[in-house]
């Protein structure tokens, strides 16, 4: 649809033309035209500004049509100002309509024309007739009207009309006139109403032929010509609009006049200047064939190579350069083919640029190799069309000369620079030059992109005032501090990070490398070669803000579990501490199971709340290696205790082999190794229903430097691990068995925790299971052997002072401690065991971390810093992280006890802490 919207001059020009030729197939010819010209401008916008709201709205249901009333009035109002009738409206728009339908063929070989578009002009134009009749119809209302004298209004347009009219009987008896018509014909009105329509005309003209075939039928409109006698006895030539009008029941007839009488000497001023015309266009011929001659001569002598060729390849005109050119005779030249003087291939790459020149409609370049004879001729030049005086193109011609010895040596330096061009325009990096004076000397594509300016726009710019006036806070940056400014001082290389300045006022930060151009000893200018860093700069801001997030998040879920743990192990604490004093004083069976029972769900979830903080730790990071002076066997005594004990109750063997050989003293990470083999230890005992359970720990060869290799083997005739699980029985969460029907309860992190403990050992976890036969786990630890240190005596009958909130733990500590031979005094907040220290001396502290008034870690520095007390402080705490352990020691803490703990475990930590302070 671009053609009827987007049409440009010569499209108006030749659409006016095929107006013209439509109107002259027609009587009035010349009475059309001067309504086209005079509509032509309006019709055409209108047509066009329809076609583009219809292209903006797509396919509509309901197509807006509503600028084509106005364009019918408006035809309408001109037709009738030159007298024209409803069919000679009528006979305009089909002059319209043809031309458009012209226009669209015209274009249908091209994309600009849609298959829809000549039946949307042929719609728009049944539109447009439409509202022509209605229009006429308007004013044949108002005609009838006009009579009407009870309605003013009416009578007003009749008697105020500009045109004479008439009202008359069909016999032409005259019924009524205007004042226009009174004045036409130099009569009064009076008079009028007592002639008939034949005596008004010229007697030559009365009851001429034209007006009896014109007396039309209910509805229609009639016209003809004919000539009146006018003021003064003056002959008018009229063309009379006649229409049948009826009042009361009554018929009548308005006839409209128009004296048409300078349209017909326009008529014949038209005829006679055709005349006039043929004659000149017969004088022009003779000139044009003496300047056809003239311009052959010039032709000839031309040193340019001159040719005209139709559109299918055939040489209408050759000059002498030509022929040359081509190795031919003019004679053979002329009205032959190119194919006829040319080898095959140069004829069909002349062929092709003929066919260019058509396509674009404009001149293209002419350049191509000519083979004749046994060399080859390089041309150059421009092929242009010729069109005729419709536009159309009928013919092209050519401009040549030989440029074989200008090409040849210009080859060579087109290849270089073109290849320099490519890679300076393909690199994805932004490059420019400046010369000595800091001017752009070139930048290729990708700097001026990155920069938002136009190649054209930098270059022969200043560089520092338009790239590198200003520092990265946007403070002005002399030029002698610009790092790439001073390459032209220092002639010596500059890389690094800067900042560019763009076209809209942003800095972009950039990595550069700016190498001086020297002549000699002189430095001509730099190239500057640069790469937008702004998308890394950005990615490492975000990943410096989601560290901050993460180590944020981190920290919030490190005191969360934290105050978890605590709030879970210290009930834990009280409920595992009262359930064994029970035990120990309780003979009743029943009693006894019931509590043993208390202690092993304590146990159970005792575990899991230690599973869980000890996964987090791991995945988070804040766990870390500690290696400390242990002995192997004490160290595990309790752990096998603990075991040993879980075995007999669910009726399996346990075994614990040590291989002698290995020395009692080392040096390594024994909590972490105690941690990973209870997890182990743990796991075999809850999968196995039967038989038994063993420990083997040996060394194994391979330890370097002082350092040996000890392996930890646990080993069980459980229920074994299925195949499909073995993979996944690492992974957190992950269960030996379905979770819907398992038979054992457990969280499954266990073999989890004990995977990453031993990977922080640097060791390896391996397993071997077979569904029904057992599972064996094992893993290798480096340990250094250590001198053995001479036991301390342990000491008994302490005084201890345990600073505790909770009134259970205070019962089940006081309780344990005292049974075994010593003094314990409480205090239930930090303020208070200060005052309890400064007024008695004891020998130990045992020391809650969160506590009211004053928390455990304020009450041990002041004990440190202000009492200046050296005595033991043992934290008994719920918190168990490496984070956690450093924090009391900072404070001066001498050990730390997690809750819940066993009783043996607080009092070996006791005699531990103790015997040392002795």
Same mark, same amino acid.
């Given at each position: 649809?671009?053609?009827?919207?987007?049409?440009?001059?010569?499209?108006?020009?030749?659409?006016?033309?095929?107006?013209?030729?439509?109107?002259?197939?027609?009587?009035?010819?010349?009475?059309?035209?001067?309504?086209?010209?005079?509509?032509?401008?309006?019709?055409?916008?209108?047509?066009?500004?329809?076609?583009? !709201?219809?292209?903006?709205?797509?396919?509509?249901?309901?197509?807006?049509?509503?600028?084509? *009333?106005?364009?019918?009035?408006?035809?309408?109002?001109? /037709?009738?100002?030159?007298?024209?009738?409803?069919?000679?409206?009528?006979?305009?728009?089909? /002059?319209?309509?043809?031309?458009?339908?012209?226009?669209?063929?015209?274009?249908?070989?091209?994309?600009?024309?849609?298959?829809? /578009?000549?039946?949307?002009?042929?719609?728009?134009?049944? &539109?447009?007739?439409?509202?022509?009749?209605?229009?006429?119809?308007?004013?044949?209302?108002?005609?009838?009207?006009?009579?009407?004298?009870?309605?003013?209004?009416?009578?007003?347009?009749?008697?105020?009309?500009?045109?004479?009219?008439?009202?008359?009987?069909?016999?032409?008896?005259?019924?009524?006139?205007?004042?226009?018509?009174?004045?036409?014909?130099?009569?009064?009105?009076? !008079?009028?109403?007592?002639?008939?329509?034949?005596?008004?005309?010229?007697?030559?003209?009365?009851?001429?032929?034209?007006?009896?075939?014109?007396?039309?039928?209910?509805?229609?409109?009639?016209?003809?010509?004919?000539?009146?006698?006018?003021?003064?006895?003056?002959?008018?030539?009229?063309?009379?609009?006649?229409?049948?009008?009826?009042?009361?029941?009554?018929?009548?007839?308005?006839?409209?006049?128009?004296?048409?009488?300078?349209?017909?000497?326009?008529?014949?001023?038209?005829?006679?200047?055709?005349?006039?015309?043929?004659?000149?266009?017969?004088?022009?011929?003779?000139?044009?064939?003496?300047?056809?001659?003239?311009?052959?001569?010039?032709?000839?002598?031309?040193?340019?190579?001159?040719?005209?060729?139709?559109?299918?390849?055939?040489?209408?005109?050759?000059?002498?350069?030509?022929?040359?050119?081509?190795?031919?005779?003019?004679?053979?030249?002329?009205?032959?083919?190119?194919?006829?003087?040319?080898?095959?291939?140069?004829?069909?790459?002349?062929?092709?640029?003929?066919?260019?020149?058509?396509?674009?409609?404009?001149?293209?370049?002419?350049?191509?190799?000519?083979?004749?004879?046994?060399?080859?001729?390089?041309?150059?030049?421009?092929?242009?069309?010729?069109?005729?005086?419709?536009?159309?193109?009928?013919?092209?011609?050519?401009?040549?000369?030989?440029?074989?010895?200008?090409?040849?040596?210009?080859?060579?330096?087109?290849?270089?620079?073109?290849?320099?061009?490519?890679?300076?325009?393909?690199?994805?990096?932004?490059?420019?030059?400046?010369?000595?004076?800091?001017?752009?000397?070139?930048?290729?594509?990708?700097?001026?992109?990155?920069?938002?300016?136009?190649? @054209?726009?930098?270059?022969?710019?200043? @560089?520092?005032?338009?790239?590198?006036?200003?520092?990265?806070?946007?403070?002005?940056?002399?030029?002698?501090?610009?790092?790439?400014?001073?390459?032209?001082?220092?002639?010596?290389?500059?890389?690094?990070?800067?900042?560019?300045?763009?076209?809209?006022?942003?800095?972009?930060?950039?990595?550069?490398?700016?190498?001086?151009?020297?002549?000699?000893?002189?430095?001509?200018?730099?190239?500057?070669?640069?790469?937008?860093?702004?998308?890394?700069?950005?990615?490492?801001?975000?990943?410096?803000?989601?560290?901050?997030?993460?180590?944020?998040?981190?920290?919030?879920?490190?005191?969360?579990?934290?105050?978890?743990?605590?709030?879970? !192990?210290?009930?834990?604490?009280?409920?595992?501490?009262? &359930?064994?004093?029970?035990?120990?004083?309780?003979?009743?069976? %029943?009693?006894?199971?019931?509590?043993?029972?208390?202690?092993?769900?304590?146990?159970?979830?005792?575990?899991?709340?230690?599973?869980?903080?000890?996964?987090?730790?791991?995945?988070?990071?804040?766990?870390?290696?500690?290696?400390?002076?242990? @002995?192997?066997?004490?160290?595990?005594?309790?752990?096998?205790?603990?075991?040993?004990?879980?075995?007999?109750?669910?009726?399996?063997?346990?075994?614990?082999?040590?291989?002698?050989?290995?020395?009692?003293?080392? +040096?390594?990470?024994? &909590?972490?190794?105690?941690?990973?083999?209870?997890?182990?230890?743990? %796991?075999?005992?809850? +999968?196995?229903?039967?038989?038994?359970?063993?420990?083997?720990?040996?060394?194994?060869?391979?330890?370097?430097?002082?350092?040996?290799?000890?392996?930890?083997?646990?080993? *069980?005739?459980?229920?074994?691990?299925?195949?499909?699980?073995?993979?996944?029985?690492?992974?957190?969460?992950?269960?030996?068995?379905?979770?819907?029907?398992?038979?054992?309860?457990?969280?499954?992190?266990?073999?989890?925790? $004990?995977?990453?403990?031993?990977?922080?050992?640097?060791?390896?976890? %391996?397993?071997?299971?077979?569904?029904?036969?057992?599972?064996?786990?094992?893993?290798?630890?480096?340990?250094?052997?250590?001198?053995?240190?001479?036991?301390?005596?342990?000491?008994?009958?302490?005084?201890?002072?345990? $600073?505790?909130?909770?009134?259970?733990?205070?019962?089940?500590?006081?309780?344990?401690?005292?049974?075994?031979?010593?003094?314990?005094?409480?205090?239930? *907040?930090?303020?208070?065991?200060?005052?309890?220290?400064?007024?008695?001396?004891?020998?130990?502290?045992?020391?809650?971390?969160?506590?009211?008034?004053? *928390?455990?870690?304020?009450?041990?520095?002041?004990?440190?810093?202000?009492?200046?007390?050296?005595?033991?402080?043992? @934290?008994?705490?719920?918190?168990?992280?490496?984070?956690?352990?450093?924090?009391?020691?900072?404070?001066?803490?001498?050990?730390?006890?997690?809750?819940?703990?066993?009783?043996?475990?607080?009092?070996?930590?006791?005699?531990?802490?103790?015997?040392?302070?002795?």
């Amino acid at each position: 649809m671009r053609c009827l919207t987007e049409m440009n001059a010569t499209d108006r020009e030749r659409l006016e033309r095929r107006v013209r030729e439509h109107a002259e197939k027609h009587e009035g010819f010349a009475r059309i035209m001067s309504c086209s010209v005079a509509v032509f401008d309006t019709y055409v916008s209108a047509i066009r500004d329809i076609c583009v !709201r219809i292209e903006a709205e797509g396919h509509a249901a309901q197509r807006d049509y509503s600028g084509l *009333d106005s364009l019918a009035a408006r035809l309408v109002s001109r /037709c009738l100002t030159q007298g024209g009738s409803l069919q000679f409206t009528l006979l305009l728009v089909q /002059c319209f309509r043809e031309a458009f339908l012209d226009h669209l063929e015209l274009y249908a070989a091209s994309d600009h024309v849609s298959e829809q /578009c000549p039946g949307l002009i042929r719609e728009l134009h049944d &539109v447009l007739e439409r509202s022509i009749v209605r229009e006429w119809e308007n004013l044949e209302q108002a005609s009838r009207l006009a009579r009407d004298h009870d309605n003013p209004a009416a009578a007003a347009v009749f008697w105020q009309l500009p045109e004479p009219v008439l009202l008359h009987s069909r016999g032409g008896d005259i019924m009524d006139a205007n004042p226009a018509a009174c004045l036409f014909f130099g009569i009064p009105v009076e !008079r009028i109403r007592t002639l008939r329509l034949q005596d008004m005309e010229a007697p030559a003209a009365a009851g001429g032929r034209g007006r009896k075939q014109a007396i039309p039928g209910p509805g229609e409109v009639q016209s003809y010509r004919t000539v009146f006698t006018g003021v003064r006895g003056r002959r008018v030539t009229c063309e009379v609009l006649c229409r049948q009008a009826n009042l009361d029941e009554s018929v009548f007839y308005i006839s409209t006049l128009r004296d048409i009488t300078d349209m017909r000497k326009q008529e014949k001023r038209l005829r006679d200047a055709g005349r006039v015309m043929e004659m000149r266009m017969d004088k022009n011929v003779q000139r044009l064939r003496e300047i056809n001659a003239r311009f052959q001569a010039v032709l000839d002598n031309s040193p340019m190579a001159l040719f005209i060729v139709d559109m299918d390849g055939r040489h209408l005109v050759a000059n002498a350069a030509w022929c040359s050119m081509l190795g031919k005779k003019q004679d053979a030249v002329l009205d032959s083919h190119m194919s006829e003087v040319l080898p095959p291939d140069s004829a069909k790459a002349m062929q092709d640029v003929l066919a260019m020149a058509e396509r674009k409609q404009d001149a293209v370049g002419l350049d191509a190799r000519l083979e004749v004879g046994e060399k080859e001729v390089r041309i150059s030049g421009t092929l242009f069309p010729l069109p005729d005086e419709n536009g159309a193109m009928t013919a092209c011609c050519g401009m040549a000369m030989d440029v074989t010895r200008s090409q040849r040596a210009e080859e060579r330096g087109r290849a270089l620079a073109r290849q320099n061009a490519l890679i300076l325009n393909s690199a994805g990096e932004g490059i420019f030059g400046m010369d000595s004076e800091r001017r752009v000397t070139f930048a290729n594509p990708a700097a001026a992109e990155m920069l938002g300016w136009e190649v @054209a726009e930098i270059i022969g710019s200043d @560089a520092h005032a338009l790239l590198l006036h200003s520092d990265e806070e946007g403070l002005p940056r002399p030029i002698l501090r610009c790092p790439i400014c001073r390459v032209l001082e220092t002639a010596r290389p500059s890389r690094g990070e800067s900042i560019l300045w763009c076209k809209n006022g942003v800095a972009i930060p950039v990595t550069y490398t700016a190498v001086p151009l020297r002549s000699g000893v002189d430095v001509e200018g730099v190239v500057v070669t640069f790469s937008d860093i702004s998308e890394h700069k950005r990615i490492e801001h975000e990943l410096i803000m989601a560290k901050e997030r993460a180590e944020l998040g981190s920290q919030a879920k490190t005191q969360f579990l934290a105050n978890m743990s605590h709030e879970l !192990r210290t009930p834990l604490n009280g409920i595992l501490g009262l &359930v064994q004093l029970m035990l120990e004083t309780e003979r009743n069976k %029943n009693k006894r199971e019931y509590l043993t029972m208390v202690r092993e769900a304590s146990n159970r979830l005792l575990g899991l709340v230690r599973n869980l903080l000890d996964l987090s730790n791991i995945k988070s990071g804040r766990i870390e290696r500690t290696d400390t002076r242990f @002995a192997l066997r004490q160290s595990l005594s309790t752990l096998v205790e603990t075991i040993s004990v879980q075995a007999k109750l669910k009726s399996l063997e346990f075994v614990s082999f040590i291989d002698e050989s290995l020395p009692e003293q080392w +040096y390594g990470d024994i &909590v972490h190794i105690k941690q990973a083999l209870n997890n182990l230890l743990k %796991n075999a005992i809850q +999968y196995t229903p039967s038989g038994r359970v063993m420990l083997d720990i040996r060394e194994q060869p391979g330890g370097v430097d002082g350092v040996r290799m000890v392996r930890f083997t646990v080993t *069980d005739t459980g229920t074994g691990i299925p195949e499909d699980m073995q993979e996944r029985i690492f992974d957190s969460f992950a269960l030996g068995e379905d979770y819907l029907t398992k038979k054992y309860s457990g969280s499954g992190v266990g073999l989890s925790i $004990a995977r990453k403990l031993v990977d922080l050992l640097g060791g390896e976890l %391996n397993m071997n299971s077979k569904p029904g036969a057992g599972s064996v786990f094992s893993f290798t630890a480096a340990l250094t052997p250590a001198h053995r240190e001479e036991d301390l005596p342990t000491p008994s009958g302490l005084r201890i002072l345990y $600073a505790e909130d909770e009134f259970t733990n205070q019962r089940m500590v006081q309780g344990v401690l005292s049974r075994a031979g010593h003094e314990v005094v409480l205090a239930s *907040d930090g303020a208070e065991a200060l005052k309890t220290l400064s007024q008695s001396e004891f020998d130990l502290v045992l020391m809650d971390i969160q506590m009211p008034v004053l *928390d455990g870690l304020e009450t041990t520095r002041r004990i440190r810093k202000d009492m200046k007390l050296d005595l033991p402080v043992i @934290a008994l705490t719920a918190f168990a992280g490496e984070d956690d352990l450093n924090r009391f020691e900072a404070v001066g803490m001498s050990g730390l006890l997690h809750k819940p703990f066993e009783l043996s475990e607080l009092l070996k930590t006791l005699e531990d802490h103790a015997g040392a302070a002795a």
